[in-house]
């Protein structure tokens, strides 16, 4: 419709046509100033100003209270009175720095006001939420990480591209490289992958980006170097042993310059995790995390996800040389070559519960000729799910333990995590089980000290597994917990445990694992230990010359 057919239109009072739609008689909202609108199912505030009428969605964009109720002063800037709130609305900006509010473009025709309720196209929507995103990211604004994903999907734009963003905002502003957090969007969207429920997914999405914008919140960026040299395997493990970044990260970029990708160099990047007893675990089980999250998130996150982790490698402390796990380096220059030899099938694997690190890897040595790798494996996963069913809750409650006794719930989930990655890298590259197998047996030997015996089999055995699956989506996804780090652990021992079931296990270890799952998923787990740290640091300090 051309512009003299629209004055035309006014004058003769017909309808505007298109998306524009009548809205309240002009002398009705002169009256008040402001008045509220339906119009087809949308609530529309309309405030009569100055400089015309102004018309805006009546939900505050921020917890959906009425806008009819706010104050407008003079420059057409309106304010929510709930939380103070301020929107200019000419543009929909919002002055207070959180979401922005929908605004119609209004017209005054024969003594009516109309508004244009068309919406704007879907690709310009996705945008502007996105961009949205990345600010309420910045300031780590949860409830509106929340509103912002669940308007990219209303937008008919596929929420998980955000979590690929979100890696590309973060991935160079962590000092040390890849945390849980990277690993917990992998697990995240695992869960988010299997639900049709849209609560249920959108709380996967929200975790996994929370976590990211906690863990980066204010903190600058810290660069990878940009040299590049050519891919090779053993310059590259010998930059993780010299705890060299610039060397690593450089032979890395030569790689992925070549064309090579994470499935041409998961080999070297298991040797390079396994190389240690490093990091508690976590090298490998960020590794497997990575690559999973690779494969589902495509190349667009590939090397900002490799470089975090190569970075986590290098700054991994190594666990190793201190004393309590000396003997792991003897041990694994013991093992009987060929390292992944077959074994007998039938044989047992060594109890190593109770035993000093020392013996359990000693014993576990002594058996490597005669039992398989994987029945190994079965041995010492049963016995991490023990310790883990067995933890002795009252170490975590101490108040005047040492250091070197402060324990808690997830140093025995890692013996679980540690485990399920153990495997998944270890069946593509099974000469590298002794490394992985000694490396478990560090975690049952160091976790079986913190164990008290008791009826927790009992207790806690699985009864119905279609019940307890359910039971355990509902505790992750409404879980409660006030640190990220804390309902990553619950997703992840619950993801590594259930994949250790799924494969097949004999039914005795099968029912230890659920079980200690079980009592895990339902613990209390303490968030703060204020006592504890004022004991230790006037201990400490005591101590100093």
């Known amino acids: 419709m051309g512009r003299t057919e629209i004055e035309a239109g006014r004058a003769s009072g ?8 009548k809205a309240i008689e002009a002398a009705k909202l002169g009256g ?19 400089d015309g009428v102004f018309a805006c969605n009546n939900r505050c964009p921020h917890e959906g209270y009425p806008l009819r109720e706010g104050t407008l002063d003079g420059a057409c800037v309106l304010t929510c009175n709930w939380h103070n709130w301020k929107f200019d609305l000419k543009t929909g900006a919002n002055l207070y720095g959180g979401d922005r509010l929908r605004t119609y473009p209004t017209r005054t025709v024969d003594g009516a006001v109309w508004v244009d309720i068309a919406d704007p196209p879907k690709a310009e929507l996705r945008e502007r939420a996105l961009a949205n995103l990345k600010s309420a990211f910045e300031d780590e604004e949860y409830d509106r990480i929340a509103r912002e994903i669940a308007r990219l999907a209303k937008a008919e734009a596929d929420p998980v591209t955000a ?29 988010h992958d299997g639900s049709n429920d849209a609560e249920t997914r959108l709380v996967a999405i929200l975790e996994a980006i929370g976590y990211m914008a906690f863990e980066v919140a204010g903190e600058e960026h810290f660069p990878y170097a940009e040299a590049e040299t050519p891919w090779d395997e053993a ?17 890395l970029r030569g790689a992925l310059s070549q064309g090579l990708h994470f499935a041409d160099i998961e080999g070297a990047l298991t040797r390079a995790a396994l190389a240690h007893y490093a990091g ?23 090397a900002p996800l490799l470089l975090a982790l190569v970075r986590a490698f290098v700054y991994a402390p190594r666990e190793d040389r201190i004393p309590e796990f000396r003997a792991y380096g003897e041990a694994f220059r013991s093992w009987p070559r060929p390292a992944n030899g077959s074994g007998d099938a039938a044989a047992m694997p060594p109890n190593i519960r109770g035993r000093s690190v020392e013996e359990a890897l000693k014993a576990l040595v002594d058996s490597a000729e005669t039992v398989a790798p994987a029945r190994l494996y079965d041995g010492l996963l049963a016995a991490a799910a023990a310790n883990l069913l067995e933890f002795d809750t009252g170490w975590d409650a101490k108040t005047d333990s040492t250091v070197a006794q402060n324990v808690n719930w997830l140093d025995f989930t890692h013996g679980i995590t540690f485990a399920n990655a153990a495997r998944a890298q270890c069946s593509r590259f099974p000469e590298l089980w002794p490394a992985a197998l000694l490396q478990m047996a560090c975690f049952v ?25 359910a039971d355990s989506i509902r505790r992750i996804t409404d879980h409660g917990e006030d640190r990220y780090i804390l309902s990553a652990h619950l997703l992840k021992t619950f993801l590594a445990a259930s994949e250790e079931v799924e494969r097949g296990l004999a039914p005795e270890i099968e029912g230890v694992v659920l079980a200690a799952l079980n009592r895990f998923l339902n613990a209390s787990l303490k968030r703060k230990h204020v006592r504890r740290t004022a004991h230790q640091a006037l201990s400490f300090v005591q101590l100093e010359d």
């Open 14 to 21: 017909e309808t505007l046509g298109g998306t524009w739609r």
């Open 32 to 50: 008040a100033g402001k008045a509220v609108a339906k119009v087809e199912g949308k609530q529309i505030a309309l405030f009569q100003t100055a």
């Open 163 to 191: 979590v690929a963003a979100a890696i590309g905002w973060s991935h160079d502003r962590l000092q040390y490289g890849t945390t849980h957090a990277f690993a917990a969007a992998e697990a995240w969207l695992r869960l």
């Open 235 to 251: 310059e590259f493990l010998a930059a993780f042993e010299a705890e060299d970044e610039t060397r690593a990260i450089a032979t």
């Open 280 to 302: 508690f675990g976590h090298s490998l089980i960020y590794l497997r995390h990575s690559g999973r999250l690779i494969q589902r998130l495509g190349r667009s996150v590939e």
């Open 445 to 469: 030997a160091r976790n079986t000290g913190f164990t008290q015996e008791g009826d927790h089999l009992a207790r806690w055995r699985v009864g119905d597994r279609q019940a307890f699956h």
